[in-house]
């Protein structure tokens, strides 16, 4: 049976939930929720403590895509990122600049979800690049709304090393479990407080992946 990865968020108030992290396939460190850069240079260390086997994913994400980092300022990211994290996470149409590290590219979009035509044009953008993850996540206003989703994950998600395409809200929840029956191989959990509209706790996608 293929992997799935559990993407579990480390955000200032989870670095004390050790059980919950040492969970946790990959760590998604979001940087951009540590107001004080003085704290960045410890935050992978310090997460490797807790769960050395976890892949290490660091994130910065811009305001306009849900973060904290100010979208005059996304050009400064790349040099900002921890040189042994093993993944970084970059929105599309971000990606100017090289990197040494594998990138997941992330496509949000807080209104709806794409229809399977425009999500095979993100992945197409994705693969000329030579890009090793992918990354939709859509809101959703009813439970259906996820079902382009699903075919784009049949379509593609053995394409790439890390692929997840799940719909955000209430009417998504069960999106973000069912997607890695459909073909994706990573969803993202909480740890502890829900940090996007219908995220569910790694406990509870452990408890309906099992």
């Keep these: 049976m293929e992997k799935k990865f559990i993407a ?28 004080n850069m003085d704290d960045w240079s410890g935050l992978l260390q310090k997460v490797s403590e807790l769960n050395p086997k976890a ?8 305001e306009k895509d849900g973060g904290k ?14 040189k ?7 929105e599309r149409g971000m990606l100017t600049e090289k990197s040494k590290h594998k990138i997941i590219c992330s496509w949000h ?15 197409e953008e994705c693969l000329e690049l030579g890009i090793q993850g992918c990354k ?6 009813s439970k259906t709304d996820a079902e382009p989703l699903y ?18 809200g209430e009417q998504g929840k069960e999106s973000r479990i069912r997607s890695l029956k459909e073909g994706a191989n990573l969803t993202y959990a909480s740890i502890g407080k829900a ?12 408890y309906q992946t099992d």
């Design 151 to 168: 075919d784009f994950a049949k379509k593609y998600g053995k394409k790439f090393e890390l692929f997840a395409a799940f719909a955000m």
């Design 69 to 82: 980092w100010e979208n005059s300022r996304a050009s400064e990211r790349i040099g900002l990122f921890d």
């Design 136 to 141: 939709v996540a859509a809101m959703a206003h």
């Design 8 to 35: 579990g968020l480390i955000a200032p108030d989870v670095l004390q939930n050790a059980i919950s992290i040492k969970k946790c396939e990959i760590l998604e460190i979001r940087y951009d929720l540590f107001e």
């Design 109 to 123: 979009l807080f209104d709806r979800v794409p229809n399977i035509s425009e999500l095979s044009e993100f992945a």
């Design 84 to 90: 042994s994290l093993d993944w970084i996470d970059l």
């Design 195 to 206: 940090l996007a509209p219908g995220q569910l706790s790694v406990e509870e996608i452990n």
């Design 55 to 62: 892949l290490k994913l660091g994130t910065i994400r811009l």
